[in-house]
């Protein structure tokens, strides 16, 4: 399994995801700032990633300042969480893990020096790394029970080891099956603008010896018509309390698919990817990225100059599409809103 973000005596290093498949680049990061800049460019992306490089940014954000009292240094980790908040705007993990990071300084200022709060902020991005782990590799055990021995299943985007702590949700789910000898197959949808499913996924699967075959976005639909797909799995960037996804733009598309000819379509997420302050999909924020992902495929232009663009990079499928939600903490299906509840209280 790939680990795309690593820290290692106080150095942070990440899979530069930009490069790949063509070249597996390891980038140093030298301060938070360019912690921000990888996030923003996307050479690391995913959202329980985002959540592990915001903790890490900011622990290495930490060491870098020269504070005279922790009561400074909290400052500082105030700052520094600021501009690593408002790098991306949709997955909740990078905004919970940030929270949770400036929580732990908080409550640590007043217990020992300066350099004592700067150890904790790294052993608590280090826990944060270690827990997404362990929910992953548990998604992937629960999810891999639901698959269907011997079929294909459609994944979209890039929901792999790139993407997480190194399990994966939705691969970790088709790598779980796979590794339980279920002979499954997968397509995976190249996923435009960017391209994750075409050059993260198939790296990924491809690597780890899983049979895949490519696809275009929109050939998803004459798959399933022809009944050759048994299940949609797809990871989330948000989840509100209702069960609605935020996910990679396309994702609603193949739920309302996947429907129409009755595939179950699931969605594998960490429960920190639930967002209980928002009561629907509808107050997801939506993260807007610029023309040229559109009107150009690796720096040459596909369109007319000038042309009109949008560009949502995430859509958000009404819980009514999703068959069921494959947490750490279980399998969840309809009343989504009970059941999320529910598995939230139970251990915090
Ligand atoms: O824009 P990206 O590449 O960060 O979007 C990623 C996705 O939409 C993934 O499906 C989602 O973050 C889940 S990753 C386990």
């Known amino acids: 399994?790939?680990?795309?973000?690593?820290?290692?005596?106080?150095?942070?290093?990440?899979?530069?995801?930009?490069?790949?498949?063509?070249?597996?680049?390891?980038?140093?990061?030298?301060?938070?700032?360019?912690?921000?800049?990888?996030?923003?460019?996307?050479?690391?992306?995913?959202?329980?990633?985002?959540?592990?490089?915001?903790?890490?940014?900011?622990?290495?954000?930490?060491?870098?300042?020269?504070?005279?009292?922790?009561?400074?240094?909290?400052?500082?980790?105030?700052?520094?969480?600021?501009?690593?908040?408002?790098?991306?705007?949709?997955?909740?993990?990078?905004?919970?893990?940030?929270?949770?990071?400036?929580?732990?300084?908080?409550?640590?200022?007043?217990?020992g020096t300066v350099e004592d709060l700067k150890a904790t902020l790294v052993a608590e991005a280090q826990r944060i790394d270690e827990e997404n782990l362990d929910a992953d590799c548990r998604i992937g055990e629960l999810g891999a029970e639901l698959i269907e021995a011997g079929t294909t299943v459609l994944t979209h985007c890039n929901a792999g080891a790139l993407a997480t702590a190194g399990c994966g949700t939705a691969l970790g789910v088709i790598r779980a099956a796979h590794i339980g000898g279920r002979n499954i197959q997968v397509l995976a949808t190249e996923t435009r603008p960017l391209l994750q499913g075409a050059r993260l996924t198939a790296y990924e699967l491809m690597r780890e010896g899983i049979p895949v075959t490519l696809i275009t976005d929109s050939m998803a639909g004459f798959f399933l018509h022809r009944g050759e797909v048994s299940a949609v799995i797809v990871g989330a960037d948000r989840i509100a309390a209702n069960g609605d996804v935020a996910n990679k733009i396309g994702t609603y598309t193949l739920s309302v698919l996947a429907a129409e000819h009755g595939v179950p379509f699931y969605v594998a997420a960490p429960t920190t990817t639930v967002d209980m302050k928002l009561a629907s999909g509808d107050e997801i924020p939506i993260e807007e990225r610029g023309p040229e992902e559109v009107t150009h495929i690796k720096g040459v232009a596909v369109a007319p100059e000038g042309v009109k663009v949008a560009n949502p990079a995430f859509d958000v499928t009404p819980h009514m599409y999703v068959t069921a939600l494959i947490t750490e903490r279980g399998v969840l299906r309809e009343p989504f809103h009970d059941r999320i509840r529910k598995i939230l209280i139970r251990e915090d």
């Open 1 to 111: 399994m790939i680990k795309p973000i690593l820290w290692q005596d106080g150095h942070l290093t990440i899979i530069d995801q930009t490069r790949l498949p063509s070249e597996l680049v390891y980038l140093e990061m030298a301060d938070h700032r360019m912690v921000g800049d990888a996030i923003r460019t996307m050479k690391v992306r995913g959202a329980p990633a985002l959540g592990i490089i915001a903790a890490y940014g900011l622990a290495l954000g930490a060491g870098g300042i020269q504070a005279t009292s922790t009561d400074q240094l909290l400052t500082e980790v105030d700052a520094i969480a600021g501009a690593l908040a408002a790098t991306r705007p949709t997955a909740v993990n990078l905004f919970q893990a940030l929270e949770r990071m400036q929580a732990t300084a908080r409550s640590a200022r007043d217990k």
